[in-house]
Structures are given as C-alpha cells and as structure tokens.
T-cell receptor
Framework: DAGVIQSPRHEVTEMGQEVTLRCKPISGHNSLFWYRQTMMRGLELLIY????????DSGMPEDRFSAKMPNASFSTLKIQPSEPRDSAVYFC?????????????FGPGTRLTVL | DAKTTQPNSMESNEEEPVHLPCNHSTISGTDYIHWYRQLPSQGPEYVIHGLTSNVNNRMASLAIAEDRKSSTLILHRATLRDAAVYYC?????????FGPGTSLSVIP
C-alpha cells in the first residue's frame, strides 16, 4: 500500500484565495483525521471522520474552514478565503478504528503558505 | 474538561533508558492510551498503545498506572534517532485528546 497520500505537497497562495487540500486514506481504513501544525500552536486536530461521517469538528477554526469526505477513499479540506495566519503544515491521517483502539498512519503533509 | 499534560522537554544520554511521563487524569475506563512520535520534518508515527496493562513492542514499552490517570513511555536504550517530539493521545468515541508533546533530546 502506498500509505496516506496528500496533495499538493506544497502550496503558496495569496490572501483571499481559496485553497483545497486533498487526502487519500489507506484502503480499508474507516477513520480519517485532519491536523494542522504550526510552531506557535503545535499539532492540532481539526476534524475527525468515522465511516465518512464527521464525528468531531470542534477543532475547525472558523467558518472559513470546511472538510468533506464524499467516500471512503477521498477527503478534502477547504479554506475560503485564506489568510496569512492559516500558513501551516496540514496533515491527514487514517486508521482502522476497532473498539476504541486506533493506529493512525499519517501522510507526508501539505505545507501551506498564504502571502 | 478533558486534559493531557506532558513535560515540555527532556534530555537523555545515548544508550540510557528514557521514561517519558503523561498525565491523563480525566480518562475514562474504556479509552485507550496511544503514543506517537514526530521526527524532524516528518509526520507523526505510531509508537505504542494500551488500555490497562503494560505493553511492549519492538520500539518501546508502555507502563500504565493502576488508576489509569498516568502512563509512561519507556525507551530502553535511547539512540540519536530517537530524538523527536513524543505525543501522548487518548480517544473517547467522539474526541481525540492530545498532549502538548515532549521534545526529547539525546546526547551522544
């Protein structure tokens, strides 16, 4: 298996533009997580899906952020409009959730820079 | 309010054992405790997890307190490649509770 695939790996955009980050989880996994990491705030969970349904989105910063998981093999995280403070590394992770036990596999991350 | 605490940083000599503590005082009886580590410029990677009893794998050992309010990740012989940020994480059904992470430095 290729592992969790994220695209793009790097994104540079200007303030106000729409940004879409993509994630393909590992086949057979039933949970998907989006994280954001910055030097100031560390690693933060944004949203968590189980069986394509959002379970916990309390970490989504504000209405400018939205995430979807239309099927088990694809998810997107969208920022509209983007702001410089959104600059961060965004990680996607997937796991097979079994009785409360997860082993998450992380993608390589997308480094987002908003100018 | 669910909370997990870890020391901000720790230091170890190479070849020495390292004990990384985590406090998770609000954990419930069915929530698993997981540990991940993040090497520089990489995404986090799974290390170990457990529920009640101590666990061992090829990477580390996990010691869980009897009351489950704390746990300790044990690296038996620290190597330079173990220098990373170590995160303690536990899961409720609809919540993922993160510790702030401990930055481990390994001195040659």
């Amino acid at each position: 298996d290729a592992g969790v695939i994220q695209s793009p790996r790097h994104e540079v955009t200007e303030m106000g533009q729409e940004v879409t980050l993509r994630c393909k989880p590992i086949s057979g996994h039933n949970s998907l997580f989006w994280y954001r990491q910055t030097m100031m705030r560390g690693l933060e969970l944004l949203i968590y899906f189980n069986n394509n349904v959002p379970i916990d989105d309390s970490g989504m910063p504000e209405d400018r952020f939205s995430a979807k998981m239309p099927n088990a093999s694809f998810s997107t995280l969208k920022i509209q409009p983007s702001e410089p403070r959104d600059s961060a590394v965004y990680f996607c992770a997937s796991s097979f959730r079994l009785a409360g036990s997860h082993e998450q596999f992380f993608g390589p991350g997308t480094r987002l820079t908003v100018l | 309010d669910a909370k997990t605490t870890q020391p901000n940083s720790m230091e170890s000599n190479e070849e020495e054992p390292v004990h990384l503590p985590c406090n998770h005082s609000t954990i419930s009886g069915t929530d698993y405790i997981h540990w991940y580590r993040q090497l520089p410029s990489q995404g986090p990677e799974y290390v170990i997890h457990g529920l009640t009893s101590n666990v061992n794998n090829r990477m580390a050992s996990l010691a869980i307190a009897e009351d489950r309010k704390s746990s300790t990740l044990i690296l038996h012989r620290a190597t330079l490649r173990d220098a990373a940020v170590y995160y303690c994480i536990w899961y409720s059904y609809d919540k993922v509770i993160f510790g702030p992470g401990t930055s481990l430095s390994v001195i040659p």
